[in-house]
Nanobody, 126 residues
Framework: QLQLVESGGGLVQPGGSLRLSCVAS????????IGWFRQAPGKEREGVAS?????????YADSVKGRFTISRDNNAKNTVYLQMNSLKSEDTGVYYC??????????????????WGQGTQVTVSS
């Protein structure tokens, strides 16, 4: 069975850090684009960061540039990380990872992703 599982969410104070992991089972992520999306209560889902594992291209939302870093695990080729630093209250939400067979681009287009995880909650609060 092909699936994605996120982990690493939790409660953190403003200014703190978290690292989210996205692990694929049943397939490897070598030739996929991986996206991290988030959804805050009452808001639409938005793309946060994306990486194309074939080309290495990355894409970030303006709101997280300089604070978040998406990376792939070159040893465990079924894992992608999202390092989140200098967290703000507005980063609160459920974070989802997704995988799609995009040739060489990073993308925030949800329709290009075939597989989605169940999400992990990130809460930034004092």
């Amino acid at each position: 069975q092909l699936q994605l599982v996120e982990s690493g969410g939790g409660l953190v104070q403003p200014g703190g850090s978290l690292r989210l992991s996205c692990v694929a089972s049943g397939f490897q992520l070598d030739f996929y684009a991986i996206g991290w999306f988030r959804q805050a209560p009452g808001k639409e889902r938005e793309g946060v960061a994306s990486i194309n594992n074939r080309s290495g291209t990355t894409l970030y939302a303006d709101s997280v540039k300089g604070r978040f870093t998406i990376s792939r695990d070159n040893n465990a080729k079924n894992t992608v990380y999202l390092q989140m630093n200098s967290l703000k209250s507005e980063d609160t939400g459920v974070y989802y990872c997704a995988a799609g067979p995009v040739w060489d681009r990073a993308t925030f287009r949800g329709s290009e992703y075939d597989y989605w995880g169940q999400g992990t909650q990130v809460t930034v609060s004092s």
